[in-house]
């Protein structure tokens, strides 16, 4: 301060911007990322309805572009090409495989039969056992009975 100036000429320090809130007027850290979390799942909703739309108007590129945009920010969306799955589901052709395999047919007859090769019937009886979760052709029979053949 100037030698010749006084206390009451000194300027008190001014605030910038509106006054701060009092200790606990604010929310949080966590109630801040909870909502910035709330506001990015709206988002990403909002762009997984965008897809659907896309797609039902067969419009791939814009669906491609939709898909970019998930992945730029990093949010992991499952695209699958071809047809859906069953899942842990037996399919129509499973099914008709472990009916004949509980019937006690080998894979060679279970081939002829939906006129399959004889590969396609072991691998067949191989996704139904995993699905099934059995060990032997034996056990396909019981695994089973807790579903419709």
Do not use: F
Not at 46 to 55: D, K, L, M, N, S
């Amino acid at each position: 301060m100037p030698s010749g100036a006084t206390s009451s000429t000194r300027r008190s320090p001014t605030r910038l911007g509106p006054p701060r809130p009092q200790h606990g007027a604010l929310p949080g850290p966590e109630a801040a990322e909870r909502d910035a979390s709330g506001r990015q799942q709206a988002a990403v909703r909002t762009v997984h309805g965008a897809i659907e739309q896309y797609r039902r108007l067969g419009a791939r590129w814009d669906v491609a572009r939709c898909h970019r945009l998930l992945c730029r920010h990093d949010i992991v969306t499952t695209h699958r090409r071809g047809r859906l799955g069953y899942g842990d589901q037996l399919s129509p052709r499973q099914q008709e495989a472990a009916r004949l395999v509980v019937q006690g047919r080998a894979d060679r007859d279970i081939a002829e039969s939906p006129v399959l090769s004889a590969r396609t019937a072991e691998h067949h009886v191989a996704r139904i056992m995993r699905k099934l979760n059995v060990s032997s052709r034996t056990d396909i029979a019981v695994g089973r009975t807790g579903t419709a053949l």
